[in-house]
């Protein structure tokens, strides 16, 4: 769980883009609670590894892109992953269907 004392040290930072919008309602969703900030980290914020495979689903289903699971470790606060989504947007798909990492709910 989310410590006072990190809450305190994480300034806060509201979504500036759409892409940070609808990435912290997901999170909102996930979680139970708005996040203060898009800098705020997703495990300090009692985020979990069910609660991430969710993100992940849902994140894919919102902006349609194949985000991996690893994204959500790898930049774990809403900037972050707001950075990797729209990075895939650009790009399009990065892997092939049978190279995907495949999440079970």
Same mark, same amino acid.
């Given at each position: 769980?989310?410590?006072?004392?990190?809450?305190?040290?994480?300034?806060?930072?509201?979504? &500036?883009?759409?892409?940070?919008?609808?990435?912290?309602?997901?999170?909102?969703?996930?979680?139970?609670?708005?996040?203060?900030?898009?800098?705020?980290?997703?495990?300090?914020?009692?985020?979990?590894?069910?609660?991430?495979?969710?993100?992940?689903? &849902?994140?894919?289903?919102?902006?349609?892109?194949?985000?991996?699971? &690893?994204?959500?470790?790898?930049?774990?606060?809403?900037?972050?992953?707001?950075?990797?989504?729209?990075?895939?947007?650009?790009?399009?798909?990065?892997?092939?269907?049978?190279?995907?990492?495949?999440?079970?709910?």
């Amino acid at each position: 769980l989310p410590t006072a004392e990190a809450a305190a040290t994480t300034p806060a930072v509201a979504p &500036r883009t759409s892409v940070e919008q609808g990435i912290s309602e997901i999170w909102a969703e996930a979680l139970g609670s708005r996040p203060r900030s898009v800098h705020e980290g997703f495990f300090e914020s009692g985020g979990h590894s069910l609660a991430a495979a969710l993100v992940i689903t &849902r994140i894919r289903s919102t902006f349609g892109v194949d985000i991996a699971l &690893r994204s959500l470790f790898e930049h774990p606060t809403i900037a972050g992953l707001a950075e990797v989504v729209d990075m895939l947007a650009l790009t399009g798909p990065s892997a092939p269907a049978g190279e995907r990492e495949e999440i079970e709910l």
